[in-house]
């Protein structure tokens, strides 16, 4: 695979990967949030690569959306293709990478979009979940009329049981209904990729997807047990329909299928102590603050047990090391400054 970089610059990174071989599809992919590596090969790379794709990489290594992308290198691009003579252009991403494969999709020309849990925007009233990011970004790209397709075939991949959904509302008013196949992961949360993954149906699925071969006999519901992120999803959809009893079955579960998981250890940890089950939730707070000794949720998590237990000095040393740690931490600076208060009331 011959690597060329494109663009280099504020916090991304654009590269053309060519295989040897002359192939006839190209893949224009782009990484989600949490991607920090602008010297990877970006998002589902490997995969591709397995699949005859030659790929064009958009890595990010801040949270900006792909809006810090000179529009100059997005045509100079499509220019360097149309010479390329591809028969297949193929978007390809998730979170805020689904979003750029679609937003991208009309400048880019491409054929196809597989964009997994993708955001119709950040900064909107009914999902508030990366508002803090959207305060600092300035916007260039959208998804709207102006930037979809009429031609493409979009793919979209997500949990219909979470606000997913609504972006995905608002993105589908952008196309073609005859161009949208909606692929939906129930209780997958926002990382249906990673849920697809889990299960090992990501590449059954995509692979078709990109092959046009039919998908529907591939059951993305079976084996779902396995993965840690229905689990954890199903858990805290019980929790807020107040079935704590049931959300620990499923929290139980997505510990013991992964021990590491903080995430997982710590919806255990909030579950036991509303049921009152002290020993066994405290064990699980301990042994996960063990594994992720700077995890400071985790460790005000164990102050409740501890003040639970009626051991306040040793929760306001834990509450202490914690905003040490993360000095920001507002639920970590509140739970100590009510606990200090409390011990000086009671020792006066």
Known sequence: MRVKNIFKGNNIQIDYMRSNRENK???????????????????????????????????????????????????????????????????????????AAIAFSKILNMTKVIAFSPQYRIDCDFDTRWSEYAKH??????????????????????????????????????????????????????????????????????????????????NITKNRRKSVNYLQ??????????????????ARESVKLNPNSASASLQLGRLLLRLGQFEEGIDVVIEASKLNPRHVDLRVLLSQYLVADGNLKEAIKVLEAAVEMAPKHEEARRSLSSLVELCEGKYE
């Open 137 to 218: 970004i300035k916007w260039r790209y959208s998804i709207s009329n102006g930037t979809t397709s009429s031609t493409s075939r979009y793919y979209l991949i997500y949990d219909d049981n979470n606000k997913d959904k609504h972006h995905v509302n608002f993105i589908k008013e952008f196309l073609k209904d005859s161009n949208i196949t909606e692929i939906t992961t129930s209780f997958s949360g926002h990382s249906s990729v990673g849920y697809l993954n889990e299960i090992g149906k990501l590449k059954p699925l995509v692979g078709n997807i990109f092959s046009e071969k039919s998908f529907e006999h591939i």
């Open 233 to 250: 999803t199903r858990s805290k959809c019980l929790e807020e329909a107040g079935k704590i009893c049931r959300s620990s079955i499923y």
């Open 25 to 99: 599809k190209i893949a224009f992919t782009f990484t989600s949030l949490y991607h920090k590596n602008l010297k990877d090969s970006g998002f589902g790379a490997k995969f591709l690569q397995e699949n005859n794709f030659d790929i064009i990489a958009f890595k990010s290594s801040k949270p900006h959306w792909f809006q810090v992308t000179p529009e100059s290198i997005l045509a100079e691009i499509d220019e360097q293709l149309e010479k390329e003579r591809y028969s297949e252009r193929v978007g390809y991403g998730a979170s805020m990478g689904g979003f």
